[in-house]
């Protein structure tokens, strides 16, 4: 069955850094872009990065573009989420999920990918708090 598993969450204070996963099993990375949401209490879901599984393009949200990295290592078929100089703001539970780059007949991401009305898989969510 094809899910995926992220990990890596936690607490941590204003300016340290985490690194969250999101491990793919069922399915391979190369051919789906794989994105990071998170939602805090209260808030809509905001999609933070993306990254091809093909090409390696990546993209990045406004809040988040010079803070975090998105990367790969296909090897482990996991997606990496490297979060830097975090702020309280970041709080939240992180998602990942998988989106078929074959039946949207693509390969390069964009700000799109953070858009799609349904993805093809879902992670159960890390946590991430940010607090003095």
């Known amino acids: 069955q094809s899910h995926l598993v992220e990990s890596g969450g936690g607490t941590v204070q204003p300016g340290e850094s985490l690194r969250l996963s999101c491990k793919l099993s069922?399915?391979?990375?190369?051919?789906?872009?794989i994105v990071w949401f998170r939602q805090a209490p209260g808030k809509l879901r905001e999609g933070v990065s993306c990254i091809s599984g093909d090409d390696g393009s990546t993209y990045y949200s406004d809040s988040v573009k010079d803070r975090f990295s998105i990367s790969t290592d296909k090897a482990k078929n996991t997606v990496y989420l490297q979060m830097n100089g975090l702020e309280p703001e970041d709080t939240g539970t992180y998602y990942c999920a998988a989106d078929d780059l074959i039946e949207r007949s693509m390969v390069t991401v964009d700000a799109t990918c953070v858009t799609r009305t349904a993805y093809d898989y879902w992670g159960q969510g890390t946590q991430v708090t940010v607090s003095s």
């Open positions: 069922g399915f391979y990375l190369d051919y789906y872009a």
